[in-house]
């Protein structure tokens, strides 16, 4: 398992990411059948699949953060919900095929190298049955890190950089690059938005693509 710089962060404060899903995820939620199971990869302290839970779907989660999955565990007792958390890095976790209704990757997949986000993407792919559906938020090429980032880091690829103090990769997406690995879905939503985050630290600005896909 990877040195976990997240772990560190959850350390440093009682919540993170807020108790807010996903606008997106939260409008297609009639989009899923009434026995569908969801897996949020870096469920992080569980916003997204608390949500879930709470409207009666089984959620399952992963995350590296030891921290973040307690918090999401002792979150979901405290409201009499069921998320099944754990310990996990998706670069060894196998996705069980054809299983979930609903696939998760919120704020996560920016920080691999590209193969691995290939990878990724596939076991999602393949994890998904007929009909489920993809969510994945991501920060794009727009992003105000992205301008410093060749002068803070190591540059890999385009918009791939490598940063040594934390070993952590961070890769920004282009908008085709995010569609092109979904031309065989139905693309349900595709956005991207420059707004204010007041969520957690100093109000700071993003640039995010979102995606939400169909397999057919
Ligand atoms: C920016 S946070 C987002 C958390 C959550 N998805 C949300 O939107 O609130 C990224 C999360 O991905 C997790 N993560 C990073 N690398 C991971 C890996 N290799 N396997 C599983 N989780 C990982 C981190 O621990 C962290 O909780």
Same mark, same amino acid.
């Given at each position: 398992m990877k040195q976990n710089i997240w772990e560190k962060e959850y350390r440093n404060v009682d919540s993170l990411w807020g108790f807010k899903p996903n606008g997106i995820l939260s409008q297609y939620v009639g989009m899923l059948p009434d026995n569908g199971e969801v897996l949020d990869i870096g469920i992080g302290e569980g916003r $997204?699949?608390?949500?879930?839970?709470?409207?009666?779907?089984?959620?399952?989660?992963?995350?590296?953060?030891?921290?973040a999955v307690e918090r999401c565990l002792e979150l979901s007792k405290e409201h009499n919900l069921n998320v099944d958390a754990k310990i996990q890095d998706i670069t060894s976790f196998e996705i069980e095929p054809n299983k979930y209704s609903l696939i998760i990757l919120s704020n996560v997949l920016n920080f691999f190298p590209d193969n691995e986000i290939?990878?990724?993407?596939?076991?999602?792919? $393949?994890?998904?049955?007929? $009909?489920?559906?993809?969510?994945? $938020?991501?920060?794009?090429?727009?992003?105000?890190?992205?301008?410093?980032?060749?002068?803070?880091?190591?540059?890999?690829?385009?918009?791939?950089f490598y940063k040594? +103090? +934390?070993?952590?990769?961070?890769?920004?997406?282009?908008?085709?690059?995010?569609?092109?690995?979904?031309?065989?879905?139905?693309?349900?939503?595709? +956005?991207?938005?420059? +707004?204010?985050?007041?969520?957690?630290?100093?109000?700071?600005f993003h640039s995010t693509l979102e995606i939400m896909s169909q397999k057919s």
């Amino acid at each position: 398992m990877k040195q976990n710089i997240w772990e560190k962060e959850y350390r440093n404060v009682d919540s993170l990411w807020g108790f807010k899903p996903n606008g997106i995820l939260s409008q297609y939620v009639g989009m899923l059948p009434d026995n569908g199971e969801v897996l949020d990869i870096g469920i992080g302290e569980g916003r $997204n699949a608390l949500f879930f839970a709470a409207q009666g779907f089984v959620v399952e989660g992963i995350d590296i953060s030891e921290t973040a999955v307690e918090r999401c565990l002792e979150l979901s007792k405290e409201h009499n919900l069921n998320v099944d958390a754990k310990i996990q890095d998706i670069t060894s976790f196998e996705i069980e095929p054809n299983k979930y209704s609903l696939i998760i990757l919120s704020n996560v997949l920016n920080f691999f190298p590209d193969n691995e986000i290939k990878n990724i993407i596939d076991k999602v792919k $393949n994890g998904l049955q007929k $009909n489920g559906l993809v969510y994945i $938020n991501v920060f794009d090429d727009k992003e105000p890190g992205r301008k410093k980032a060749p002068e803070r880091y190591e540059q890999l690829a385009e918009h791939t950089f490598y940063k040594e +103090s +934390s070993n952590m990769f961070l890769h920004y997406f282009t908008r085709s690059e995010l569609e092109g690995f979904f031309t065989d879905y139905k693309t349900i939503s595709l +956005s991207q938005s420059y +707004s204010l985050d007041i969520t957690h630290g100093q109000p700071h600005f993003h640039s995010t693509l979102e995606i939400m896909s169909q397999k057919s």
